[in-house]
């Protein structure tokens, strides 16, 4: 028994090592990739994201929020600022003990010249095809394939189909899935994962993509709007 509680005790030690390692050559990819554009790059805990961008459900999860690892700064005719996401959950096990569960995952956050209304698109799932068979859908669109993928929701019917016309919903089919929200003068990007610095690049790219697949009579009525 004691032995095996050492190695218990040594697999988790260099578990711990192992993980603070990559941790800490992640940070360094991101300061190089920030440094590389001439971003700012901060590894700091920034606390009240959820209060600056309460329009932004996936924010304010959980209690103990924070963002962290945080890149910004000017790209293109926006701004963008790509962090991960702490958030914690808690629960109680069968003897009444209180568990903290954490949880984390990325984002890209773009800050465009235009104000942008309300939409949210994601990767269906198995409880919106259940909702569905109950008449709770999401919006529907021409492509059977894009309806059967994404869950989009928008309190402006006409404004999603301005957005995701045949082009754009072709776009979004070919890439990697991410929950896209439009909401002010912001698109948010993220999923559950935590991204490296290619995965961030790869999300960045999807969101501007996107962004530049709006029609120019939209983005005309977007800038009188703004």
Same mark, same amino acid.
Do not use: T
């Given at each position: 028994?004691?032995?095996?509680?050492?190695?218990?005790?040594?697999?988790?030690?260099? &578990?711990?090592?192992?993980?603070?390692?990559?941790?800490?050559?992640?940070?360094?990819? @991101? *300061? #190089?990739?920030? +440094?590389?554009?001439?971003?700012?790059?901060?590894? &700091?805990?920034?606390?009240?994201?959820?209060?600056?961008?309460?329009?932004?459900?996936? @924010? *304010? #999860?959980?209690? +103990?929020r924070y963002a962290c690892n945080i890149v910004a700064g000017p790209h293109g005719d926006h701004r963008i600022t790509v962090f991960d996401y702490h958030y914690e959950t808690h629960s109680t096990d069968s003897k009444g003990r209180r568990q903290t569960h954490h949880h984390s995952f990325s984002a890209v956050l773009l800050e465009l010249p235009l104000t942008l209304k309300p939409l949210?698109?994601?990767?269906?799932?198995?409880?919106?095809?259940?909702?569905?068979?109950?008449?709770?859908?999401?919006?529907?669109?021409?492509?059977?394939?894009?309806?059967?993928?994404?869950?989009?929701?928008s309190p402006d019917r006409r404004w999603a189909y301005d957005v995701l016309h045949p082009r754009a919903m072709q776009f979004l089919l070919d890439q990697r899935r991410y929950s896209i929200q439009f909401a002010d003068q912001h698109v948010l990007i993220w999923n559950s994962s935590t991204f490296d610095v290619p995965a961030f690049q790869n999300a960045l790219s999807i969101a501007e993509g996107l962004v530049e697949q709006l029609p120019a009579y939209v983005r005309e009525q977007l800038a009188k709007m703004s």
């Open positions: 028994m004691p032995l095996i509680f050492v190695a218990v005790v040594v697999a988790i030690i260099v &578990a711990m090592v192992v993980s603070a390692a990559q941790a800490r050559k992640r940070r360094e990819a @991101l *300061a #190089q990739w920030a +440094n590389e554009n001439g971003w700012s790059f901060s590894p &700091a805990n920034q606390h009240h994201y959820d209060a600056r961008f309460p329009q932004f459900k996936c @924010l *304010a #999860q959980g209690d +103990n949210m698109i994601r990767p269906e799932n198995l409880l919106d095809k259940i909702a569905g068979a109950f008449g709770w859908d999401d919006i529907d669109f021409e492509s059977a394939e894009f309806s059967r993928k994404f869950h989009v929701s």
